[in-house]
C-alpha cells in the first residue's frame, strides 16, 4: 500500500517565525488532506489539496501530485499553531502520516 | 451549523460490558468511517461505509461492529470490549469516497 512520510517529527519555534512541513507519499492518490490537531485532542480541517497551491491567512499549502509530495507552510507562527499536523492521502482507502509536532514558545 | 457529532465524548467502562458510540452527521454525506488514534500508532481506519446500508472493514476491524442504517448515523459497536481497545476514536465523513474527510470531536475510551 501506499505510505506517507512526514518530516521533521517534530519541531520546537519561537513564536513569530516561520516553518515548512513536509508531506511524502510513495504513489498516486486521489486526494490529499492536512490536519491540525490541537492540545485538546480535536482534528482540525486545514486545507484539502489533491494538487496546486492554497493559502488560508498565515497558512499555505502546496501539493505537486507529479512528484508525490505536499508541503504546509505556516507563516508568523503563534502558540495557537502548537499541536500535531498530519497529513492524509487516499487511493482506494485513506491513510495517515504520522504526523509533525510543533510546539511554539511564546 | 454542519458537523459530525460523536457521543459519549469520554467513557471508562470493564471488560465484556458490550457498548455503543454513536456518530452522527448533518451535511447529507454519503462517505462514513471510523478510526483509532494510539500512540506511536497514528490514526488507522476501523470500518467505513460508502453509504447507506453498505459497510466494509478497514484496516483494523477486529472487535468492532458498525451499521449504517440511515444517512446520517454510523454507530461503533464493541460487543465485548478489551483493554487493548482502549484509544482515541474518531468519526468522519465526506460527501462521497474521494472528498475531504470532517471529523468529529473524538471519543476517549478507556478499558479496564
Known amino acids: 500500500g501506499i505510505q506517507v512520510e512526514q518530516s521533521p517529527p517534530d519541531l520546537i519555534l519561537q513564536e513569530g517565525a516561520n516553518s515548512t512541513l513536509r508531506c511524502n507519499f510513495s504513489?498516486?492518490?486521489?486526494?490529499l488532506q492536512w490536519f491540525h490537531q490541537n492540545p485538546w485532542g480535536q482534528l482540525i480541517n486545514l486545507f484539502y489539496i489533491p494538487s496546486g497551491t492554497k493559502q488560508n491567512g498565515r497558512l499555505s499549502a502546496t501539493t505537486v501530485a507529479t512528484e508525490r509530495y505536499s508541503l504546509l507552510y505556516i507563516s508568523s507562527s503563534q502558540t495557537t499553531d502548537s499541536g500535531v499536523y498530519f497529513c492524509?492521502?487516499?487511493?482506494?482507502?485513506?491513510?495517515f502520516g504520522k504526523g509533525t509536532r510543533l510546539h511554539i514558545l511564546p | 451549523e454542519a458537523q459530525v457529532t460523536q457521543n459519549p465524548r469520554y467513557l471508562i467502562t470493564v471488560t465484556g460490558k458490550k457498548l455503543t458510540v454513536t456518530c452522527s452527521q448533518n451535511?447529507?454525506?454519503?462517505?462514513m468511517s471510523w478510526y483509532r488514534q494510539d500512540p506511536g500508532l497514528g490514526l488507522r481506519q476501523i470500518y467505513y461505509?460508502?453509504?447507506?446500508?453498505?459497510?466494509d472493514k478497514g484496516d483494523v476491524p477486529e472487535g468492532y461492529k458498525v451499521s449504517r442504517k440511515e444517512k446520517r448515523n454510523f454507530p461503533l459497536i464493541l460487543e465485548s470490549p478489551s483493554p487493548n481497545q482502549t484509544s482515541l476514536y474518531f468519526c468522519?465523513?465526506?460527501?462521497?469516497?474521494?472528498?475531504?474527510?470532517?471529523f468529529g470531536p473524538g471519543t476517549r475510551l478507556t478499558v479496564t
Open positions: 451535511m447529507n454525506h454519503e462517505y
Open positions: 492524509a492521502v487516499r487511493d482506494d482507502k485513506i491513510i
Open positions: 504513489d498516486s492518490v486521489n486526494n
Open positions: 461505509s460508502m453509504n447507506v446500508e453498505v459497510t
Open positions: 468522519a465523513s465526506s460527501l462521497t469516497w474521494k472528498d475531504e474527510q470532517y
